[in-house]
């Protein structure tokens, strides 16, 4: 073999190595998102909020590449300390699409988003006293500068919003 055949068979011996690990990641991904996902919301959006942020039912992903279908049961958001009830948000069931190959040009598009048997109970103690006052969105936390959006279309695009 000469030296041009030996560093073309490396080359692409790398971009077919570097393809067949990014295939596996994709694949691990789509089979295990489920319990990753739930585990992340439960861990770290509780951590976030300084609140318990639970999927206590199901958590199903339909994946997709026009859309992306997600079914989640039973989501909870317990309320702060000094207030009598137990949960601030409670959800029977959320249902939504999404595009997830949007994700990749930087942007979030759902398709349909229907919310079940929804309970928000938003309450109020005193001016600068409220259930819905979270300590990490507290002034001192929040950086002093708050990035805009350069435009309408760097919101997420909901194409439908139901509440049951």
Do not use: C
Not at 24 to 43: M, Q, W
Not at 93 to 111: C, Y
């Amino acid at each position: 073999m000469t030296l041009q055949g030996i560093r073309s068979h490396k080359i692409l011996s790398s971009i077919g190595a570097s393809l067949f690990i990014l295939i596996l990641a994709l694949v691990l991904v789509v089979i295990f998102a489920e319990p990753i996902i739930k585990s992340l919301t439960n861990h770290k959006g509780s951590e976030k909020l300084e609140r318990q942020l639970a999927i206590d039912g199901d958590l199903n992903i339909r994946w997709g590449w026009a859309y992306t279908q997600v079914h989640v049961g039973k989501i909870r958001l317990s309320n702060a300390k000094e207030y009598a009830e137990t949960n601030m948000l409670t959800i029977d069931k959320l249902d939504f699409t999404f595009k997830p190959l949007k994700i990749f040009q930087g942007a979030l598009e759902f398709g349909d988003i229907a919310i079940y048997k929804l309970n928000l109970i938003l309450d109020k103690k005193s001016s600068t006293d409220a259930n819905w006052n979270f300590p990490a969105f507290s002034k001192e936390k929040v950086a002093s500068k708050t990035l805009l959006a350069d435009s309408r279309h760097d919101f997420p695009i909901f194409k439908k919003l139901e509440l049951i």
